[in-house]
């Protein structure tokens, strides 16, 4: 199962992408997570049901310093997770 994330509040400056990638990769998560121009974050994350409802849980929660505002969520094609590997941060030094 594959789905797609966006994280809108204060998610930027805050360590939100570091705790996404702490969260899924601790759940054996495939996928990615970067911000947006818009100031929100971006997350797509592949594995089983149970572990993504967690991984949602996790982003509506956030790391201290962060508040957030909303959770918009939409399941991908299977195939879209084809490429993942292991839950990196896109767009980190």
Known sequence: MVRHYLVVGRVQ???FRW???????EMGLRGWVRNTDDGGVEVVAAGEESDLDELRASLKRGPR????DGVIEHLLD??????LTAFVIDGAW
């Open 13 to 15: 400056g805050v360590g």
């Open 19 to 25: 705790f996404v990638h702490r969260e899924a990769s």
């Open 65 to 68: 310093g962060s508040r957030v």
């Open 78 to 83: 299977d195939r879209e997770g084809e490429g």
